[in-house]
């Protein structure tokens, strides 16, 4: 159906990531984590943190928002907000992705079919919103956009969930970078499909797409304590990952992954053609890789105590694909495993980082990593242990030892959730949009 509607703009689409695949796959990728279509890496000492916050009723103007903090130490105003762009309502503010040439930060929330884009490249210490894009539930019927995955001069999007029954069988949208819908393409329900999303990364080497799964808004939206008291609710989880063929834009395989497997890193080191996830409900840490030409997921590592629902909610990898952070959830705990042999990951390291946390990122280097408490609104805990904050760390490959920290709700700020990494070198002359 979607793909015959679309099968000209499939072959279009294979036809212009043909022509950079080779680029890609001879190393071109962003700070560790981001789409390898992405240009001009931050390599040295990058000058701001953009955090995508969730909005909180009676705590400012209680709007989602894209906070700029300078993160420059040789900066006067290094730790401090220096911006803060309100998008006018809340909705559930969660990821955030690059446009290929570093432009643009589209972002959305999880309760709605919104998109916004910030331009960030007129002004990297300043970024403004320059659209809202609102037509994803007309086009799809896709709800929660997630995951703004860089294609060249594309956007492809990852959804939640869906506005007919708002569960969690969904698909991705392709726009183009002006913000005009090109096509979409629901998750495989058969062949073992379950038909949910999360997040997605393309190794263009291996002409690869994987793709993870979560839930749909009937859940994520819904208090976590009362969630996990209802059997039924449980088993709406994704249990599945799935190998598509990046060119085609065709389901090859689907692979069993259960306990909901969230982020996808593939290794970033030459020769690598294996990616990492970890699962939040069973705390497991999964490798994906081939095998005698057909791609296979194994379970590889336990992340903390799953008795004690660590909760696993974001992975980094480092840039030699041989360390791997870890935040969970429920136990405010950063760990680091050491994929030096990525068949058996070996915790090296943990420390105690908030009373809740959720994003990791790092620089390019591994010397600095940020770190940000939000997971979802109706997730995160309550009280004293209900810490909002962007902390940053200096790594020195035996410590994490605390740099500076901004306290989003002393400064009005909401719920810290996503980070980019961002440069006043970026600097560009305007674009339209």
């Not at 996808?264 to 005698?292: E, F, M, N, Y």
């Not at 041989?322 to 959830?329: E, H």
């Amino acid at each position: 159906m979607e793909r015959h509607r679309y099968g000209r703009i499939v072959v279009t689409l294979a036809v212009t990531l043909a022509l950079v695949a080779l680029v890609a796959a001879v190393g071109s990728a962003d700070e560790t984590c981001n789409s390898p279509y992405v240009t001009k890496l931050i390599k040295g000492q990058e000058d701001y943190v953009y955090v995508w916050a969730l909005g909180v009723e009676g705590l400012g103007d209680g709007s989602d928002k894209l906070v700029t903090i300078d993160v420059n130490p040789k900066s006067k105003t290094y730790g401090k907000v220096l911006n803060a762009v309100s998008v006018g309502s809340r909705g559930e503010a969660h990821h955030m992705g690059f446009t290929d040439d570093r432009r643009f930060i589209w972002a959305g929330g999880l309760s709605e079919p919104k998109i916004y884009v910030f331009d960030i490249g007129t002004d990297p210490g300043r970024p403004k919103l320059v659209k809202t894009i609102a037509d994803m539930a007309e086009r799809t019927g896709y709800l929660g956009p997630h995951t703004y995955y860089a294609m060249p001069g594309r956007m492809l999007v990852q959804a939640l969930s869906n506005t007919k029954d708002k569960g969690g069988r969904t698909g991705m949208a392709l726009y183009n970078n002006a913000g005009a819908f090109i096509g979409s393409y629901p998750m495989p329900t058969d062949g073992g499909g379950d038909g949910y999303g999360y997040d997605l990364a393309v190794n263009p080497r291996k002409n690869v797409l994987l793709t993870s799964s979560f839930t749909g808004y009937d859940n994520y939206m819904r208090p976590l304590g009362d969630l996990v008291k209802d059997p039924e609710a449980m088993k709406h989880f994704g249990n599945t990952m799935v190998v598509w063929d990046l060119k085609a834009m065709k389901t090859k395989q689907v692979l069993a992954v259960p306990g909901a497997p969230l982020e996808i890193r593939w290794s970033l080191a030459p020769g690598h053609d294996w990616a990492i996830t970890a699962a939040a409900l069973t705390s497991k840490l999964w490798l994906v890789k081939q095998d005698k030409g057909e791609w296979v997921a194994k379970d590889v590592a336990t992340i903390g105590d799953p008795a004690k629902i660590p909760l696993p909610v974001d992975i980094s990898i480092t840039r030699d694909g041989k360390g791997l952070w870890v935040n969970t959830f429920m136990d405010g705990t950063t760990r680091y495993f050491d994929l030096s042999n990525p068949e058996a990951p070996k915790e090296t390291y943990h420390k105690v980082t908030g009373k809740q946390v959720n994003m990791i990122s790092q620089s390019w280097d591994g010397r600095r990593v940020y770190i940000t408490s939000s997971l979802l609104a109706n997730w995160d805990k309550g009280g004293a242990d209900n810490e909002q904050f962007l902390r940053g760390f200096r790594w020195d490959g035996k410590e994490l030892t605390p740099a500076f920290e901004v306290d989003f709700t002393k400064e009005q700020l909401g719920r810290a959730h996503h980070m980019k990494l961002g440069s006043k070198s970026l600097r560009s002359a305007p674009a339209t949009q």
